[in-house]
């Protein structure tokens, strides 16, 4: 049974700093294509912030280049996203997602991020 279960998000100023993580059970990282860190603020879609292509290509959003890093440990089946700098337009529910060799996608819960003065 898949599940992921992502934590670490909450309420920061701006110029502060977020470390999220995703915990996956179910033993899918060593058959992950794509790992990744969508965001989702309200009323709109859910945009791609950061992946990992497999083995180790990385892809991050304009808007958070330099800022965010992405990262994976995969003999403990959980990717992070480090997130420097925060600004308020970084707020958002942030989902962890993977995507396997078989086209397969998962998705966690989201853990919400408020960036705020």
């Known amino acids: 049974q898949v599940q992921l279960v992502e934590s670490g998000g909450g309420l920061v100023q701006p110029g502060g700093s977020l470390r999220l993580s995703c915990a996956a059970s179910?033993?899918?990282?060593?058959?992950?294509?794509?790992m990744g860190w969508y965001r989702q603020a309200p009323g709109k879609q859910r945009d791609m912030v950061a992946t990992?292509?497999?083995?180790?290509?990385?892809n991050y959003v304009d808007s958070v280049k330099g800022r965010f890093t992405i990262s994976a440990d995969i003999a403990k089946n959980t990717v992070y996203l480090q997130m420097n700098s925060l600004e308020p337009e970084d707020t958002g529910v942030y989902y962890c997602?993977?995507?396997?060799?078989?086209?397969?996608?998962?998705w966690g819960q989201g853990t919400q991020v408020t960036v705020s003065s």
């Open positions: 179910g033993n899918i990282f060593s058959i992950a294509m794509v």
């Open positions: 990992i292509t497999m083995p180790t290509s990385t």
């Open positions: 997602g993977i995507t396997t060799l078989f086209s397969k996608n998962y």
